[in-house]
């Protein structure tokens, strides 16, 4: 399904987000956020903040509710869709959610950081047996056996989801906690949950096995859920630094119409910091959107 064709996507619901969402639409762009009910998971965790100008000694709850108050008061929803992929297709971005997709002019990226390393053999075989999406992916699997490397909650859904076509599915949970009684999940009787940490992803041309400390399971898929993919994968050919969007001074990333902020550009990982980012990325996709409405008027 295609819906209509955004000025601007912005992808994540922090400090980051939703600054430039709020920016955007002061400047009656058409924008569609996305992101969780939440908004972040790292604020709403954080117990006390003392450095977010106006808002002393302010609990990051507190804080997500006063966002919420202000998007809401800007009528700015928030798609809860997960984005999977997005593609650069000349004058617009196609943002694929499952089979959804998107089409938008420009594109803020403020979707956070990953803060663990990746698993080895994790981008070695990205696309060769390793996912990100069971939505999207999961038909390649019926009557497979398949690992979900669950690093939040919501990985329970996916695993349930793709144990309906998989032979055999296997749940390995990594968040915290997770090292608790069938009870603590919210899984299918028939999945076999692995309370221990997956050190390698193996295989030749394509994942045949995932392997622990004392023991090796068989596998055709392995799905690596958390709350957010690494760049390289969401957004083919951009360029990092590290786990870090490359940006200018004006949030620009490596591909044109394409902006990015907060921590998922780099230290310091800090709110006020993103929302100004925020800011500076809604300030710039609007200026390049201006330059584009000039060009095709002088080309008319």
Not at 100 to 110: F, G, P, Q, R
Not at 180 to 199: F, G, K, W, Y
């Amino acid at each position: 399904m295609v819906y209509m064709r955004y000025d601007i996507a912005i992808v994540g619901s922090g400090p980051a987000g939703l600054s430039a969402a709020i920016n955007a639409k002061i400047r009656n762009k058409n924008i569609i956020v996305f992101g969780t009910e939440n908004l972040s998971n790292k604020l709403v965790k954080a117990p006390s903040i003392d450095n977010y100008l106006g808002f002393h000694d302010i609990s990051g709850d507190d804080l997500k509710d006063k966002f919420k108050e202000h998007i809401k008061n800007m009528d700015i929803e928030i798609s809860q869709k997960k984005i999977n992929n997005i593609y650069a297709m000349g004058d617009y971005f196609a943002l694929m959610s499952g089979d959804e997709m998107y089409e938008s002019t420009t594109v803020i990226l403020a979707t956070g950081v990953e803060y663990g390393k990746p698993i080895k053999g994790e981008e070695e075989f990205l696309g060769k047996g390793v996912g990100y999406c069971a939505t999207c992916d999961a038909p390649l699997y019926r009557d497979k056996k398949v690992a979900v490397i669950g690093y939040n909650k919501e990985s329970e859904e996916e695993a349930n989801f793709l144990n309906e076509i998989a032979s055999k599915t296997y749940f390995i949970p990594m968040y915290k906690n997770e090292k608790l009684m069938r009870s603590s999940h919210d899984l299918d009787s028939s999945i076999e949950v692995i309370n221990d940490r997956p050190l390698q992803i193996h295989g030749e041309n394509l994942v045949n096995k995932v392997a622990f400390k004392g023991k090796e399971i068989d596998v055709d898929g392995v799905f690596v859920i958390k709350d957010s993919a690494s760049p390289k994968s969401l957004v083919p050919g951009i360029e990092t630094d590290g786990p870090h969007i490359k940006v200018d001074l004006n949030m620009k990333t490596s591909i044109d119409g394409c902006f990015a902020a907060g921590d998922c550009v780099g230290k310091p990982y800090a709110y006020i910091k993103s929302a100004g980012q925020g800011y500076i990325a809604a300030l710039n996709a609007v200026s390049y959107l201006d330059k584009l409405k000039i060009e095709a008027k002088k080309n008319q």
